[in-house]
């Protein structure tokens, strides 16, 4: 198949540009001594898994669902945390997970016992909350005021410390090294009496590894540093590293209206199938476009649903659009099919996958179903 016979809308992941990312990834654990896992809240598509395992060393899920994928199909480490885990769940949870992290002590001190019981091997640790983070944007800060993500310095209860093999925290969001230093420097000087006898700290997700101009010997330094330090194993589980421009979302073009501008109504959905373009927000780049009147024609890009903020910006293109017209968004494979939506019952972006030889094969396709399977 080639992009002009891909039925839209559908998220293209590009094998070769998910190794490039992998490869670095891999260069960081074997020169750092880490152990980078995946964070499947960012990126699941499962069908990549086999390739993915080649290098990463498990998964990190977000709770049951994420540990059952993880378990079934990418085998490896399974890391399972949950803000606060149901009693009615944490039996499978802890038959299926290697490590259980718990965000609280209460929490800790609720399921620890049983969860050794259902699982001897498992290994159980404690989210921390440093109460420093960078993070450029507040939904994203973990660390933000009256966060309930992770145990501050006040709620630590040393109690904990007879059950816990390792400490994880997480406070980044796309950055770089220089933010990871600022964090550890206010974990460690509110925790590191805590870390003897541990097996590992896990530093959490959002570190920009794979993005150009990310600093890797940097980030690898700091990880050998901390490991000699204190003689504890390194743990990272980017998602948005791992799925990092690595494909793209491609949709066409079904009418065009003007009202004041042209306006190109596509397939696909910011709200639907695009949310981080509208929940950072971000602008996503085009294929072939530029910023609003830079070339010729200028659109504005817009979803098929009926809310009326459902637009993807303005954008320029050299050649007018059409009926028909392929319109291509770059970047869209992590934090979107993970997230997207039947909103306003619009059909799910199917997923393909552009082999190392350039053939794109369909892996999912989604229909009503989806729809009315959700509903009842
Ligand atoms: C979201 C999250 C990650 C992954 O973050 P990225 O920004 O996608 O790298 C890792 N760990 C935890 C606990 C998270 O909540």
Not at 19 to 33: A, T, Y
Not at 199 to 226: A, C, M, P, Q, S
Not at 259 to 283: C, F, V
Not at 294 to 315: K, P, Q, S, V, W
Request: hydrophobic share 35%; with cysteine.
């Amino acid at each position: 198949m080639k992009i002009e016979d891909i039925q839209t809308p559908c998220y293209v992941c590009e094998e070769e540009l998910l190794e490039r990312n992998l490869l670095i990834l891999d260069d960081v654990q074997k020169r750092s001594g880490a152990k980078v896992i995946l964070a499947l809240k960012g990126f699941a598509m499962w069908s990549t898994f086999d390739q993915i395992k080649k290098y990463l060393h498990g998964c990190t899920a977000s709770g049951l669902h994420e540990a059952k994928l993880a378990y079934e199909e990418f085998g490896k480490e399974v890391h399972t945390y949950s803000p606060a885990f149901k009693g009615e769940e944490i039996d499978e949870i802890a038959f299926i997970s290697d490590h259980i992290v718990f965000n609280s002590p209460n929490q800790l001190f609720k399921y620890a016992q049983r969860v050794k019981e259902v699982n001897p091997k498992i290994e159980i640790s404690l989210r921390i909350n440093p109460e420093y983070s960078e993070s450029p944007k507040e939904i994203y800060n973990p660390c933000g005021i009256y966060s309930r993500l992770g145990t501050t310095k006040a709620n630590f209860d040393e109690g904990v410390l007879e059950f816990v093999d390792g400490l994880n925290f997480h406070a980044l969001c796309e950055q770089n090294v220089d933010a990871l230093e600022g964090v550890l420097r206010a974990f460690e000087s509110k925790f590191s009496k805590y870390f003897k006898g541990l097996k590992y700290i896990n530093f959490g997700g959002g570190h920009h590894i794979t993005k150009e101009g990310y600093d890797v010997e940097r980030l690898i330094k700091v990880i050998k540093d901390f490991r000699e330090k204190y003689g504890v194993e390194v743990y990272l589980e980017p998602g948005e590293a791992v799925g990092w421009e690595c494909g793209y979302l491609i949709s066409s073009v079904l009418d065009i209206v003007d009202n004041g501008m042209k306006i190109a109504i596509l397939d696909a959905s910011a709200e639907a199938h695009m949310p981080d373009t509208m929940a950072m927000p971000y602008r996503a780049e085009v294929r072939g476009a530029a910023e609003a009147n830079e070339n010729e024609f200028t659109y504005r890009l817009a979803g098929n649903t009926c809310l009326a903020g459902d637009i993807m910006g303005d954008y320029s293109f050299d050649k007018p659009l059409e009926v028909g017209s392929r319109v291509i968004f770059e970047d869209q494979i992590h934090y979107t099919f993970v997230k997207s939506t039947t909103f306003n019952g619009i059909k799910l972006p199917s997923l393909a996958i552009k082999r190392r030889d350039g053939k794109i094969e369909g892996v999912k396709e989604f229909g009503y179903e989806n729809y009315k399977n959700r509903l009842s």
